[in-house]
C-alpha cells in the first residue's frame, strides 16, 4: 500500500519535474528569420512554402533582406524562384529570355537570437547560367565568390538546386514564361501551422473566381465603411499565424503593435485613402494565380489599395485565400 508520506514525496517530485518543464519551455529561445537577396539581370518571384515573398521587375542590382517567419514551417521548407533573365525587349510586356553573363540570383537565410543576437547564416540559392553551354547552374560559391555555407545547425539546406520552367506574375502583365529553380532546407524552431494546412487542392473556374472576387467585395466594403470589427472577425486566423509566428502573442496583440486597426480602414495612419476595388469588368480579365502547393488563390494586382493623395503610388493588400472544407473561400494569408 502507499503510504501518506510516500503520496506527499511522489507529489512534490512531479511538481519539481513539471515546474521543470514550463521552465524549459517558457525559457526557449526565441528566434527571428531573414532572407538576403542579392539579384541582377531578371525580373523574379520568389516564394518560401508557396508565399511569394518578393517580386521584382527591374534587372538592376538589388540587395535586400526581409522577414520570413510567417513562410517558414517547422522540419521541411522549400524555397523557389521564378526568373526572367532578360536579353531583349520585344514590345510592351513582350521579352525574349536566356543565357545572360550578368544574370544571377543568390539567396541567403540568416537565423538570429533575440537574447544574445547570435547569427547564423547559410546559402539557399545561387544561380547563374554557364554561357559556354547555355544552361543554368548552381554554384557552391556565392555572387561574390565566397564558399557558400550549407549547414548551420539547426538551420540547413538540405537538397541540390532543381532546374525547370514557370511563370512570371507580376501586377503589370499577364504570366510571362520564366525559369524556375527550386531547394529544400531545414529548420528546427518550432512554427504554428499555416492557416490554410488543410485547404482543398484549388481549381480554377468560373465559379471559383466569382467567389473569388466576391471574398475581396467583402473585405473591401467592410475597410469602406471603417467597420475594423468585421475586417478583423475575417482576418483574425492570419494574424493569429503571424503574430506566433513573430513571438507577438495573440491576434490582438498583432493589431495593437502594429496599428493595423488605423490601417484597415478608408483613410489609414499612413495618410492613404482606399481607392476603388481593382476588378476587371469581367471573369476573364482577371490575373489569378494559384499558390501553395495549389492550396491558394489570389487576383492579381491586388483588388485592395490604398492611394497616397494626388498619385497612383500606395499600399496594397496582399490577401490570399484558401477553401475551407466547406467549399467556402477565407483569408489564408497576407503576403
Do not use: C
Request: charged fraction near 25%; hydrophobic fraction near 35%.
Amino acid at each position: 500500500m502507499f503510504t501518506k508520506q510516500y503520496f506527499i514525496s511522489s507529489f512534490i517530485v512531479s511538481l519539481i519535474l513539471i515546474s521543470g518543464m514550463i521552465v524549459k519551455v517558457s525559457a526557449r529561445e526565441k528566434y527571428n528569420y531573414y532572407i538576403h537577396i542579392n539579384s541582377k539581370g531578371s525580373f523574379y518571384n520568389l516564394y518560401i512554402n508557396g508565399l511569394e515573398v518578393e517580386n521584382r521587375s527591374s534587372v538592376k542590382h538589388e540587395t535586400i533582406s526581409l522577414p520570413v517567419n510567417t513562410s517558414l514551417v517547422t522540419g521541411v521548407n522549400k524555397i523557389k524562384a521564378s526568373y526572367m533573365p532578360l536579353t531583349e525587349k520585344l514590345g510592351r510586356n513582350s521579352y525574349k529570355i536566356g543565357p545572360k553573363e550578368d544574370f544571377y540570383i543568390s539567396v541567403e537565410l540568416e537565423r538570429i537570437n533575440l537574447s544574445n543576437r547570435d547569427k547564423v547564416k547559410i546559402s539557399l540559392l545561387d544561380i547563374k547560367f554557364d554561357m559556354e553551354k547555355g544552361n543554368i547552374i548552381s554554384s557552391v560559391d556565392d555572387f561574390n565568390g565566397k564558399k557558400g555555407i550549407f549547414d548551420g545547425g539547426d538551420i540547413k539546406s538540405i537538397s541540390e538546386i532543381t532546374n525547370g520552367e514557370d511563370f512570371f506574375y507580376s501586377s503589370f502583365s499577364k504570366p510571362m514564361p520564366a525559369f524556375s529553380s527550386y531547394s529544400l532546407f531545414q529548420v528546427t524552431d518550432v512554427f504554428p501551422d499555416f492557416v490554410w494546412k488543410n485547404g482543398k487542392n484549388i481549381e480554377i473556374n468560373s465559379s471559383l473566381i466569382k467567389n473569388l472576387r466576391a471574398a475581396y467585395k467583402d473585405i473591401y466594403t467592410d475597410i469602406e465603411k471603417n467597420d475594423f470589427n468585421s475586417v478583423y472577425s475575417k482576418l483574425e486566423p492570419v494574424w493569429s499565424h503571424g503574430s506566433e509566428s513573430l513571438h507577438l502573442g495573440t491576434a490582438k496583440d498583432f493589431v495593437e503593435k502594429n496599428d493595423v486597426d488605423k490601417k484597415y480602414i478608408k483613410k489609414t495612419i499612413n495618410g492613404t485613402v482606399l481607392g476603388p476595388l481593382r476588378l476587371s469588368n469581367n471573369l476573364d480579365g482577371d490575373i489569378i494565380q494559384v499558390l501553395g502547393d495549389g492550396k491558394l488563390v489570389r487576383i492579381l494586382p491586388a483588388p485592395i489599395k490604398w492611394y497616397y493623395e494626388g498619385t497612383k503610388k500606395g499600399k496594397v493588400a496582399e490577401i490570399v485565400f484558401y477553401m475551407d472544407k466547406n467549399g467556402q473561400l477565407k483569408p489564408g494569408a497576407i503576403m
